[in-house]
């Protein structure tokens, strides 16, 4: 099947007003850009619980919708015009879009570090607009070529994907033939997965307490196993819990409490306070925890168990340089397969159905949504 390289002639975004309150309305057409800069239109665009979360409350953390904006940031377009010194993509070129523009001078950004710029200007973050739209503006060197194998739906889901990129290579500094547990079988869960096998980890073993996601992620290849916690025992107390689900774990999957054997790297994508509790009591001597998911702020750790193993526990936040390159390379041979993730696609005028069907968890056809892609406008939405 052909895709969609066509460029609409209006600039019809899906715009959040306030909290369930989404209108679709026209905005100008960009007609010039900056000489590093890119048109580009959005042809492919991943809904990310982000943008439910938004939609359904008008915030997150001290991010508040103040004034409308257009939402969307995980997201695939072809090239429409190019600044006088742009060489890296030309008009008509589909490309992957990096949405997160740093101001390039701070001590974070010249560290290479951008993804901690106290002034970064990302997509649908408030108050700045998202992708959703007939059009977007951005520095081209954020534009990624997709290579001729890949589709523009698989080019939307490098953004999500570059999460567990970076949460692993980067931040994680996996080795090869690691054993890895991922916590949260969510969207970022399953690609952070998948990562992991990509980049030859020996073991990945995904945990959650949703268990058709579990069984998805197992048909699909997206991992080697999967753990359903128990239920809490009557009476037990809050700190034995997360000890107990660890040693059922490693009896489970037979691994130890050192190498060559024992669980390296843990990466929690929940938020969880007690999945991060049973990862400091899973994880060998010497073993890492990476921080993806945001839960609430303040939890009880085992302090005794971290400095008696020599843990090493760290966050991981987006992406930063080299990530977008490495997901890229990853999808184009094969190692990661992010097609078995888009469960629903949905034009850009049923753009309200998907937000709904991500926000219930479940498409109109009952079957469970793990990511939903949203068309561009064209000709028939304006």
Known sequence: ???????????????????????????????????????????????????????????????????????????????????RKVTNVKAGDRVALEPGRSCRVCPSCKAGH?????????????????????????????????????????????????????????????????????????PVGLLTAAVAKGLGARKVIAVDILEPRLQFAKESNLIDDYFLPPKPQEGEAKGDYPRRNAKAIRQRFGFGERQPDGVDLVID????????????????????????????????????TILNKELTMKGSFRYGPGVYNLALDLVARGAVNLKALISHRYSFR?????????????????????????????????
């Open 114 to 186: 951008y993804q901690r710029c106290p002034d970064m200007v990302f997509a649908a973050t408030p108050p700045y607009d998202g992708t959703i739209a007939g059009f977007y503006v951005l520095p081209a060197d954020l534009c990624y070529p997709i290579p001729g194998e890949m589709t523009l739906e698989e080019g939307a889901l490098i953004e999500p994907m570059s999460v567990g990129v970076h949460a692993v290579s980067k931040v994680g500094q996996m080795q090869h033939a690691a054993n890895v547990v991922i916590f949260g079988a969510g």
């Open 350 to 382: 049923d753009a309200p159905k998907a937000f709904e069907a991500n926000q219930k968890g479940v498409g109109e056809d009952g079957r469970p949504l793990i990511k939903a892609v949203i068309s561009g406008p064209d000709g028939d939405d304006l």
């Open 269 to 304: 994508c929940s938020g969880a306070e007690v999945c991060i509790q049973t990862s400091i009591h899973l994880l060998r001597h010497g073993g890492t925890h990476v921080q993806v998911g945001m839960g609430k702020p303040d939890i009880t750790l085992d302090l005794a």
């Open 1 to 83: 099947m052909q895709e969609d390289t066509s460029v609409p002639s209006k600039n019809v975004a899906f715009v959040l007003h306030g909290i369930h309150d989404v209108r679709f309305e026209d905005r100008p057409v960009p007609t010039e850009c900056e000489d590093d800069e890119a048109i580009v239109a959005p042809k492919r665009i991943a809904l990310c619980g982000s943008d439910v979360h938004y939609l359904v409350h008008g915030r997150i953390g001290d991010f508040v919708v103040e004034k409308p904006m257009i939402l969307g940031h995980e997201t695939a377009g072809i090239v429409v015009k190019v600044g």
